[in-house]
């Protein structure tokens, strides 16, 4: 599997993004609005990561990214399996 992993990140199938200082305030921010889900560190830089690069499309088991938004107001696309 590391060696699959590998690969993928050498024909740039897969991009690995780094969480900055400065985006800690909006992912304190996204747990905030979502406390009623509650929205847990990993979904809140999922959906950062979707309002920097304008990625909507998502494969995941989790209904919550059913209800999440990308800056507020743009839905993900939900893969289905």
Request: net charge negative.
């Amino acid at each position: 599997m590391q060696k699959q992993l590998g690969q993928l990140l050498l024909e740039k199938l897969l991009i690995i993004y780094e969480i900055q200082e400065s985006d800690y305030m909006r992912l304190l921010a996204l747990m905030e609005q979502y406390h009623y889900r509650p929205m847990d560190l990993a979904d809140a830089t999922l959906v950062l990561l979707a309002e920097k690069t304008g990625y909507r499309q998502i494969l995941t088991l989790d209904s919550d990214f059913l209800f999440y938004r990308i800056n507020d107001r743009d839905t993900f696309k939900v893969i289905s399996v």
